[in-house]
């Protein structure tokens, strides 16, 4: 094995403690990364992802099948295999539980830019309004298809799912979202849940605010939730 997929290794167990320790998820959800140039990703054994180690993932290929590691990978695998597999560009790809993200899409609520991070979500966030699990190549497919070109999907009553040119962004970008989620939900209550109130960022200002999402500003989000997830016990984030 090489230094990089040494780094790489780290960085998928770092993204998915920082789902669990950072209150996106708890026994459930899970984070990939692709390994560069190949069909293949690196996924965590169907465990916590707060319990995942970066010398316990499985390689798996966009068919589904396992290449290397031993043990069961997490059912939803899918997500990831049909993801990378209709997006070329995509090296990352988390999927969670967050609450605010699924009251929002229960309270029959779009995503709205209200807020400087969630600018990087100005195009929309698509709903995949199937219930359930994403336990099939073809329901992986379906999902693949709702986020299309963009980078996240809500999922009904479910959770979210993002995907980015790298882990670490599409990791933040979960944060992001989440965070974009809970903030929309204490706006619709504080104006008595009409959405009209809402003052929503025109789509002609986010552009400016796309630096959320990278160089900088993504580097130093990342150094902050990984430092919280390492100085964090299990299950000692916030929690439903
Ligand atoms: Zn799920």
């Known amino acids: 094995m090489n230094d990089s997929t040494d780094a790489l290794r780290r960085d998928v167990a770092t993204a998915n403690r920082i789902l669990e320790r950072l209150g996106l998820s708890h026994a459930f959800g899970h984070a990939s990364a692709r390994i560069p140039g ?33 043990g069961e990978p997490n059912s939803e695998f899918w997500i990831h295999a049909r993801l990378y597999a209709a997006r070329t560009d995509v ?8 609450p605010a993200c699924v009251c929002l899409t229960q309270a029959g609520e779009p995503h ?92 002609e200002e986010c552009g400016a605010l796309r630096d959320q999402i ?7 989000a990342w150094e902050y939730f990984a430092a919280v997830a390492e100085a964090t016990p299990l299950g000692g984030g916030q929690h439903l």
Request: net charge neutral.
């Open 38 to 70: 190949t069909n293949t990703f690196l996924l965590p054994t169907r465990r916590s992802p707060g319990l995942a180690e970066a010398d316990a993932l499985l390689t798996i290929d966009t068919e589904g099948r396992i290449v290397e590691g031993d």
């Open 112 to 203: 709205r830019v209200l807020h400087n991070q969630g600018a990087i979500f100005a195009e929309g966030v698509p709903e995949y309004g199937r219930i359930g699990l994403i336990r099939s190549r073809e329901l992986g497919d379906l999902l693949a298809k709702v986020v299309g070109q963009g980078p996240a999907a809500m999922m009904r009553g479910h959770g979210i799912t993002t995907a980015y040119g790298d882990l670490r962004t599409a990791t933040v970008a979960a944060l992001y979202l989440e965070e974009s989620a809970a903030l929309q939900l204490r706006m619709l209550a504080a104006v008595g849940g009409d959405a009209s109130r809402l003052r929503v960022f025109p789509p």
């Open 91 to 98: 090296g990352g790809v988390v999927h969670a539980h967050p």
């Open 214 to 220: 990278t160089g900088s500003v993504a580097k130093r």
